[in-house]
């Protein structure tokens, strides 16, 4: 099989290591960026290495531009060109709009938007020079219909959607797919604080009467990355079980 890279964001727990998973097993090397669970990354990274592809864990917070440089250098180092890029890394921020604090908004913006920025930004030239490559950005349900006490998150999720098509335009010509994973409800981390009467008031609301998996999730991202989704670009791909329709 052809070489293919895959550096994925966020990539020490939940959606982002299901997704290093599934690729992985189907033969691709793994980078696995990773914030602050170095120790986790790092065993995933071995784990993923005992299916017999190279896996390496690297750090960086995807809303500091010098740290995403260096993340970039040590997987091409490593590993090669990047041939996929996951923007998965994500924080969420529950609470009244009218508490939210400039510093919360200013962070939620940085990791959930300028981080796909940053990391496209670093992506792209290689990519361009190669003429292929595809990105895959985490947007969310919320980012396409909104969330109560969800403000600065909904509107971080939205703007990946709008940088997803507007990039899928513009580079579409170099032969670069971008597009947009937008899960439901997806049982992780982030989804922790959730009460067995928040889970299942989301259940009732949703046509397949559960919420998803981090592996459900991770799937939609293994098919925008690969040649089955060959002729997909600026597309919003939602696992989600029915919710938002
Ligand atoms: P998670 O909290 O388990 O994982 C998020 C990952 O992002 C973590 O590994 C975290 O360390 C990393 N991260 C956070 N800030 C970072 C930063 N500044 N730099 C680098 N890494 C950083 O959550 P998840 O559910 O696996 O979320 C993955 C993506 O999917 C996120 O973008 C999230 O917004 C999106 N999403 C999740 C759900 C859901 O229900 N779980 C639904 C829709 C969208």
Redesign the pocket.
Known sequence: MEHHTVLI??????????AARLFAEQGWDVAL?????KAEAEALAAQLAALGVRAMAVG?????AA?VDAMFAAVEGQLGPVDVLV??????QIGLFTDLTEEQWDRVM???CK?VYLCCRRALPAMIAAHRGSIIN??????QVGASCEVA?SAA?AAVIGLTKALAKEVGPSGIRVNC???????????AALTAEDIAALEEETPLCR??T?QE?AQAILWLAGEKSAFVTGQVLAPNGGIVV
């Open positions: 964001t966020g990539a020490s727990r939940g959606i982002g290591a299901a960026g990773y914030q602050t669970k960086a917070d995807v809303a500091d740290q923007n998965n890394a994500g924080i969420a940085d990791v959930n981080g985490l947007s969310s349900m919320w980012g998150y999720k994973v937008a899960p439901g409800v997806i049982a992780t981390d982030m989804n919420i998803g981090a999730a």
